[in-house]
């Protein structure tokens, strides 16, 4: 007795192909989607000075821009990386510490000089009734007291132009993997434009984290003594290729970017020594004023 194969009528097969070519196509044009929301980021790493063994400081900045080069959605976290042997624990800096309710009641003024890590500048964007919002204005990072054995920072952002607000979160230091040493990872909290407007996206920022351009002050007998902090100090030999660095960032509308940099290994047959200089925010403007208040 022979079996009969239970074959599908050509009309059933048509709609079989038809209806997995249709999930496929849908399928993929959602990863392609997905895609395209991504924002793309540009991450910019200094160290100034660089000479190996000694302190310096982490200058760095990025730019954030949306699908097509437009506003990015607004962030929710991001993680900075850095290479292995960075001494930033014992780049005396952040040997004194200010807390949240300090900065809210009396902004950076009633922070300790020594609680200062680095200062900067950042721009946020918005499309408000169908026109681009910039909200640019000054940072500063401080230490905070230590919490589960962890290095603990306050990030104050002062608004400047065209709202005057303040907007203070939190970071903390945890370890990283190869070929990175460490991970300033940052909480940031959504910012409305204006009240039931958007939120404000992070397009730019320029921050330093060491000595550079801040000044402590300590207590000698009844006079308070101005100096500058030893810095970031660097390991005695550089790692081949350069020294590594990542940021991470997540957006509120669930996507995730990355962007690397690399700042390359001096050329000690050269004599190779960066110049030291003051971040761009001060450039032909003055002092900042975070570096001009005599705290104690």
């Not at 005396?92 to 009633?110: F, R």
């Not at 204006?194 to 402590?216: C, F, K, M, N, W």
């Amino acid at each position: 007795m022979k079996l009969r194969h239970s074959w599908p009528s050509t009309t059933a097969r048509w709609l079989s192909v038809t209806l997995l070519a249709f999930l496929l196509a849908n399928v993929g044009a959602a990863r392609a989607g997905a895609a395209e929301l991504a924002p793309v980021a540009r991450l910019h790493v200094g160290l100034v000075p660089e000479e190996l063994g000694k302190g310096t400081t982490i200058e760095f900045g990025f730019t954030i821009t949306g699908a097509g080069g437009g506003v990015p959605p607004p962030l929710t976290r991001i993680e900075l990386r850095y290479p292995d042997h960075i001494g930033i624990v014992t780049s005396g800096l952040g040997i004194a510490s200010c807390t949240q309710v300090v900065l809210e009641e009396e902004g950076v003024i009633g922070c300790p000089s020594r609680s200062l890590m680095g200062y900067g500048e950042a721009t946020g964007e918005a499309v408000l009734d169908g026109e681009l919002l910039e909200e640019s204005g000054q940072t500063a990072i401080f230490m905070a007291p230590l919490a589960n054995e962890r290095i603990n920072l306050e990030f104050y952002v002062n608004g400047e132009t065209p709202l005057e607000d303040q907007l203070i979160f939190p970071g903390v230091l945890t370890t990283a993997s190869p070929p990175y040493g460490g991970d300033l990872v940052i909480t940031v909290p959504l910012l409305p434009a204006l009240r039931e407007g958007p939120d404000i996206a992070l397009a730019r920022l320029h921050s330093t984290i060491g000595p550079l351009g801040v000044t402590y002050y300590e207590r000698v007998h009844r006079e308070f003594v101005p100096y500058r902090p030893s810095g970031i100090i660097l390991p005695p030999s550089c790692p081949l290729g350069g020294f590594p660095f990542a940021v991470s960032f997540a957006f509120a509308n669930g996507t995730n970017t990355t962007s690397h940099d690399y700042v390359r290994c001096p050329d000690a047959h050269a004599g190779y020594k960066r110049h030291e200089r003051a971040p761009r925010r001060q450039r032909g403007r003055g002092s900042t004023r975070f570096t001009q208040r005599r705290w104690r």
